[in-house]
T-cell receptor, first 114, second 110 residues
Framework: DAGVTQSPTHLIKTRGQHVTLRCSPI?????VSWYQQVLGQGPQFIFQ???????GRGNFPDRFSARQFPNYSSELNVNALLLGDSALYLC?????????????FGPGTRLTVL | GQNIDQPTEMTATEGAIVQINCTYQ??????LFWYQQHAGEAPTFLSY????GLEEKGRFSSFLSRSKGYSYLLLKELQMKDSASYLC???????????FGRGTSLIVHP
């Protein structure tokens, strides 16, 4: 079975631009979460979606938005990019996203903002 | 809010045993995860503790004390490939979204 996939692998943007990151969960998983990981830090929670509904949102500005599609894949959008948005963006999928549900991470998208 | 504390870096010798501690201060505790992350790669799941006590899984074991807000990951028979960052994550609240610590960078040397 394929694991969580993310695209693109790497991305270089300039300040003020917009970026869309994509994630496909493990087959059968209905919950997708997005995390931002800056070098030397643990992943910081951005969003969680379940059955196309936003279930949780972390402490990120409104420039960050996301959605989940009927096939449970997801997009993370970031507008008006800042230098500080440079990070590894991780997508994690889980069956339903609650309780003992384990999250499985994708390889991440490395975003560099110049 | 939540506060999760782990040592920044640890070193150990191949074949030895190492214990990585994690302390946390949270409300609405649901469970605690340990993940392994090699440089430049995604975190991979190691263990999940929801009740007090020790969970053993091969060379890796994880312990939880909810009353003390304390967990540790025990790695036995260390191998060079165990050199990685080890992330402690605590799940809280009704949505069970885990909060991650900064991670402990473990360096295993010959």
């Amino acid at each position: 079975d394929a694991g969580v996939t993310q695209s693109p692998t790497h991305l270089i943007k300039t300040r003020g631009q917009h970026v869309t990151l994509r994630c496909s969960p493990i087959s059968g998983h209905k919950s997708v979460s997005w995390y931002q990981q800056v070098l030397g830090q643990g992943p910081q929670f951005i969003f969680q979606y379940y059955e196309k509904e936003e279930r949780g949102r972390g402490n990120f500005p409104d420039r960050f938005s996301a959605r989940q599609f009927p096939n449970y894949s997801s997009e993370l959008n970031v507008n008006a990019l800042l230098l500080g948005d440079s990070a590894l963006y991780l997508c994690a999928s889980s069956l339903v996203g609650v309780g003992t549900d384990t999250q499985y991470f994708g390889p991440g998208t490395r975003l560099t903002v110049l | 809010g939540q506060n999760i504390d782990q040592p920044t870096e640890m070193t150990a010798t191949e074949g030895a045993i190492v214990q990585i501690n994690c302390t946390y201060q949270t409300s609405g505790f649901n469970g605690l995860f340990w993940y392994q992350q090699h440089a430049g790669e995604a975190p991979t799941f190691l263990s999940y503790n929801v009740l007090d006590g020790l969970e053993e899984k091969g060379r890796f074991s994880s312990f939880l004390s909810r009353s003390k807000g304390y967990s540790y990951l025990l790695l036995k028979e260390l191998q060079m490939k165990d050199s990685a960052s080890y992330l402690c994550a605590v799940s809280t609240g009704g949505s069970y979204i885990p909060t991650f610590g900064r991670g402990t960078s473990l360096i295993v040397h010959p």
